[in-house]
Nanobody
Framework: QVQLVESGGGLVQAGGSLRLSCAGS????????MGWFRQAPGKEREFVAGITRGGVSTDYTDSVKGRFTISRDNAKTTLYLRMNSLKPEDTAVYYC?????????????????WGQGTRVTVSS
């Protein structure tokens, strides 16, 4: 079992930065690939970024490449998402998710555990 708690969301102006954190509990965190997803009002949940169990490989959706950075600290069982050059279209609730096994995926159904989400609002 993995329990995930996101934090770090808030209101920021366009062009600003935020760092989201996802604190994991349970031994399964270090055995899991991790991902960040987001859901904007009226839209489906979408993949943002993923990282392998060991933290060596990462994956990003095209719209955030070069602006967002996913990372993890397995010793602290914490996942991060550094978001720079934020745009109003980044406004959403951001969720972290754990996928048991070494490789991350882009489909929400690939993931086994989810956090409750943290809201990010980017004003223009």
């Amino acid at each position: 079992q993995v329990q995930l708690v996101e934090s770090g969301g808030g209101l920021v102006q366009a062009g600003g930065s935020l760092r989201l954190s996802c604190a994991g509990s349970g031994r399964t965190f270090s055995n899991s690939a991790m991902g960040w997803f987001r859901q904007a009002p009226g839209k489906e949940r979408e993949f943002v970024a993923g990282i392998t169990r060991g933290g060596v490989s990462t994956d990003y959706t095209d719209s955030v490449k070069g602006r967002f950075t996913i990372s993890r600290d397995n010793a602290k069982t914490t996942l991060y998402l550094r978001m720079n050059s934020l745009k109003p279209e980044d406004t959403a609730v951001y969720y972290c998710a754990a996928k048991i096994g070494p490789l991350s995926g882009r489909r929400a159904n690939d993931y086994d555990y989810w956090g409750q989400g943290t809201r990010v609002t980017v004003s223009s």
